[in-house]
């Protein structure tokens, strides 16, 4: 945010709510049950002070961590996230 620019932070309705509803329930899955997910969410839902957004935040960083894994053709690796600070080495080994 700067003087000239104002940051939007609704949430968008833009796109296919099909996938938004698909992507929803992916994200409380990885929320629920893994470990990497549910602090992201935890410490976005307490930068935000919203349960929707946060969740938004979860899919969106779940999408990166999808797209990321099948371009370099990885495996999801928490203990490298974790390890990193910024959570940006996500991916460890490769299939072939």
Do not use: D
């Not at 990166?64 to 203990?79: A, D």
């Amino acid at each position: 945010q700067s003087e000239k620019f104002r940051i939007n932070m609704s949430i968008s309705k833009q796109g296919s709510p099909w996938l938004r509803n698909i992507l929803f329930q992916m994200a409380v899955g990885v929320v629920t049950w893994n470990s990497y997910f549910r602090e992201y969410f935890l410490r976005k839902k307490k930068e935000f002070k919203s349960y929707k957004k946060a969740m938004v935040a979860v899919m969106n960083k779940l999408i990166r961590v999808i797209y990321g894994l099948c371009k370099k053709g990885s495996y999801f690796n928490p203990v490298l996230s974790f390890n990193s600070k910024n959570f940006i080495s996500i991916c460890e080994g490769s299939h072939a």
